[in-house]
Nanobody
Framework: QAQLVEFGGGLVEPGGSLTLSCTAS????????ISWYRQAPGKERELVAG????????TYADSVRGRFTISRDDAKNAADLQMNSLKPEDTAVYYC??????????WGQGTQVTVSS
């Protein structure tokens, strides 16, 4: 049974920082590319950041580049999203996605991030 679980969401003031973690079980974590998506109320789910197998390449949405950092630790079956200089528009439910080379995808349940003063 494959399972991804996100941790670390919460309430933070604008300009603050928060780190999200995605932990996986039931899969060979190192064989999956990992990405973070977010979905705000009334908006489409959007890609925030991604990291390749082996962690050799990363990608970021223009809106978060320079503020967010994605990383992975395959020994711990985990991937993190470090979020700095948070803005109210970053408020959303954040989801972790694992994608295999063959196209098998798994999603976490999501964690709420609220940026508000």
């Amino acid at each position: 049974q494959a399972q991804l679980v996100e941790f670390g969401g919460g309430l933070v003031e604008p300009g603050g920082s928060l780190t999200l973690s995605c932990t996986a079980s039931g899969i060979t974590f190192s064989s999956y590319a990992i990405s973070w998506y977010r979905q705000a109320p009334g908006k489409e789910r959007e890609l925030v950041a991604g990291i390749s197998r082996r962690g050799l390449a990363t990608t970021y949405a223009d809106s978060v580049r320079g503020r967010f950092t994605i990383s992975r630790d395959d020994a711990k079956n985990a991937a993190d999203l470090q979020m700095n200089s948070l803005k109210p528009e970053d408020t959303a439910v954040y989801y972790c996605k694992a994608l295999s080379e063959l196209g098998t995808a798994y999603w976490g349940q999501g964690t709420q991030v609220t940026v508000s003063s």
